[in-house]
């Protein structure tokens, strides 16, 4: 159940994300509130996740994962562009995190 909260935590920290840059610097309503109950919730599933796993991981996890995610989703809806460097940077992150689930005692119990 703990990588449900992580999964889950990640998702709202995303959306909230994605709001984030919708709400045009808090001065549209409905991003703003978006970005602000999204982060709660987010937390709220993140505070859960960390009952039961190091904080570190924890947050390599929910960091990198949602870098990667918010790294697509400026690609693909805002248009950013994404160079060589910047994949081969994500990339790397995604490893990372590949390494850390599969290999790591540290995340399982």
């Known amino acids: 159940m703990v990588y449900a909260y992580l999964v889950i935590a990640v998702a709202f ?3 909230a994300t994605t709001a984030l840059k919708a709400s045009d610097g808090f001065t ?11 982060y ?3 937390f709220y599933f993140l505070a ?9 991981i924890v947050y390599a996890i929910w960091s990198g994962t949602g870098i990667v995610f918010l ?3 400026g690609w693909f809806v805002y248009r950013q562009s994404l160079d060589a460097p ?4 994500l990339g790397l992150i995604v490893a990372g ?3 850390i689930n599969l290999f790591s005692r540290t995340v399982s119990h």
């Open 13 to 15: 920290e995303v959306v």
């Open 28 to 38: 549209r309503l409905w991003p703003s509130a978006v970005t602000v109950i999204g």
């Open 40 to 42: 709660g919730v987010a």
């Open 48 to 56: 859960l996740t960390l009952r039961l796993l190091p904080i570190g």
């Open 71 to 73: 790294a697509a989703i």
């Open 86 to 89: 910047a994949i081969f940077g």
């Open 97 to 99: 995190i590949l390494v």
